[in-house]
């Protein structure tokens, strides 16, 4: 059956897997359609955490867990959260590719005005998104979004999703 929308998205979506006869519910789905195909030739899954603690490494595996009976290694992952991270959690997702995404809490972040060289911008972002992602009580400058995958750092949910419909 052809679509006529070149993307669908999907809240808490139900999808039967076949070989355990059950179903794995995704927090969001994105289905993505080049025109006049029948099925999606992107899928995108994005996990959601909210907690009060670091989120787990056992989260991030069974994450990839998910991922691997809904489509295997043919689907973009990505793991969202408000809190920071374990040790070893980041690793792991770059290590799968996973993407991961931090929300900062509106009272973690302060909004400053100052200048800087590029070179001492390039050094304070690299320091700035790892703190961010390990450190639950990190206060953001200017920003309350840190996203990343296993090549890229990005600033905003628009960067890194134009980052992955725009690699082969």
């Known amino acids: 059956m052809y679509h006529k929308k070149p993307v ?28 006049g195909a029948d099925d999606y030739s992107l899928l995108t899954i994005i996990e959601c955490k909210d907690y009060s603690h670091k989120v787990p490494v056992n989260d991030i595996e069974e994450f990839h867990s998910k991922i691997q ?4 290694d043919n689907v973009k992952a990505i793991f969202a959260t408000t809190s920071a991270l374990q040790k070893g959690t980041l690793s792991y997702a770059q290590s799968k590719k996973i993407a991961v995404i ?15 060289t590029p070179d001492m911008m390039a050094a304070l ?12 009580g990190y206060v953001g400058r200017n920003r ?19 980052g992955f419909l725009n690699r082969e």
């Open 69 to 72: 009976q809904i489509a295997g």
């Open 144 to 162: 309350n979004f840190y996203g990343c995958d296993e090549l890229y750092i990005y600033d905003s949910l628009f960067s890194l999703l134009n």
């Open 125 to 136: 972002i690299s320091d700035e998104f790892s703190s961010a992602f390990t450190n639950q």
């Open 102 to 116: 931090r929300f900062l809490p509106t009272h973690q972040v302060e909004w400053i005005s100052y200048h800087m």
């Open 8 to 35: 669908r998205f999907f809240k808490r979506r139900h999808i039967f897997h076949e070989i355990d006869k059950n179903n794995i519910v995704t927090d969001i789905s994105i289905e993505t359609f080049i025109p």
